[in-house]
C-alpha cells in the first residue's frame, strides 16, 4: 500500500480540457440553457475576467483530483464527483434566483469542495496488484439475477394496471407508482433494491465478459423501470456503463480526457442542434437535467439551511431514535419551501444533504464513510483481483450525485452489494487456498 500523488503531462493537459469544459458550461448555460428553467429558478451567470481565473485554478485541482485514467474502483466515483458534482455546485454556484450571491468557500458550495477532497485524496492510496486472475463471481451474479428477476415480475404484477411504455404518459406513471411503491413501504423497497441496486451490476458484468445473458437482463430492468415508474435515468446509466466497461474490457482503463472530450462535444453539438433546429434536445433533456437543475437546487438547499437551519438528522432514523419522531426528507422540505409543492422532491448529492444535516461536522464524517468505501472496492481490485467491484462502483457514483448516503446504502441496497463482494472475494480466496494446499 502506498500513497501516489504523480503529476505527469496528462494532468495539465487535462486542466486545459476541465478549463474549457467549465466555461463553456457557463457559456451554454448563459445563452442557450437556462431560460428552459428560468420558470423554475435557474438563471444566468456573470462571465468575466475573475471567473475566468478561478475557473482555470479549479480545473487544475479537479485535473489532479482525478488523475489521468480510471484504472480502479474509487477513480469512477472520483470521476463521478468532479466531472458532474463539482460543475454544477461549484461552476454554476450562484446561477439561480435562490441564492445568486454563492460563494464557493462557503455553505453548500464549500461542502461539496471539501468532501469531494478528501474522497479524491483517500482515492491515492494505491495497492500492490495481485497474482489472482480477474473475474470469477459469476455463480454469486446468478444468484443476484434469479433475485432480480423474480422482483422484475413483482413489479410488473404490481403495476399491470398502468404499466405503459408511452412517453406522454411518464409522469402519470410517476405519480401512481409513488402511491403503489411508496417510500419507506416492503414494496418500495424491494422494488428499489431488486432493481436499481442489481441492475447496473448485471448489466456492466454482461458488457466486460460478453455474457449476453447478464447483458439483456439489464435492457430489460431498464424497460421496466420506465414501464412501471416513468423513469429516463435508467437509459442514462445503461448507456454511460456500456461505453465505459467496452472502453475497459479493450484497455484496461479509461482515459479521464476522453470523457471530458465527450463532454465538450455534447455541450458543443447541443448549440449546433439549436442553431440548426430553434431548439436543442440535449440541452434540454440533458445538460439542463444535469447541471442547470441541481445547481438551481443546491441554490434553494443554501438559502434553505440559513433560514430553517440544520435538521439534526431527524429526517432520518437517528431522528426516531434520539428525537422521539421522525420528521419529512429533507429533499422534500425543500421542495416545498422552493416551489410550493409537496411532492416536489429536490434530489441533491449525498454531500449537500449531509450539511444541511449537521453542517461541515457531518459532510466530513460521510466523506470519510465513502472514502473507506472507496478504499474497500480498491483493495478488494487490486489485491484480489475482484472486478464486481468496478460496477459496484459505478452503481455507489450513480447514487451518491442525487442522493443522501443512508438512502445510498440502505435503500438503494449499495451496502447488500458491499456485502455481496466481500463475500465473493472471501470465497475466492479461501478456494486458492485449498487448492495451493494439494
Known sequence: MYISLKVDRAIFVNALYFFLYFFLLVWVNNNYVYMLYEYMGAASKPLDGVLL?????LALLSSFLCGPRISKPGDIVVVFLIMIVVPHALVLNGANMFYPGASPFSGVCFSILLGSVVISLFNKIKFRSGNEERGGGRQ????????NSFVLVFIILKSSSYFS???SEQYLRRAIARDVFSAGSLEGYIASIGTQALFPVLFAWGVYKKDKFFLWLGVVNVFVLWGAFGQKYPFFVIVLIYFLMAYFRRAGHVNVSWLLLAVIGLLLVGVLEYEALGYSYINDYFIRRAFTVPSTLLGGAETFVQVMGENNYGDTIFGAIFGGSKS???TFQIGRWMYNNPDNNANINFLAVAYLRLGYLAVVVEALIVSAIVFLLNFLYSTRSTFTAMPIALLFATKIIEQSLPTVLLGSG????LLLIMLMALSKRSAMRDRSAF
Do not use: T
Not at 449499495?414 to 452489494?417: A, H, L, Q
Open 414 to 417: 449499495v451496502f447488500f452489494m
Open 140 to 147: 454469486y451474479l446468478l444468484c443476484v439475477s434469479l433475485i
Open 53 to 57: 481565473a478561478y475557473l482555470f485554478l
Open 328 to 330: 419529512e426528507p429533507v
Open 165 to 167: 411504455f408511452d412517453f
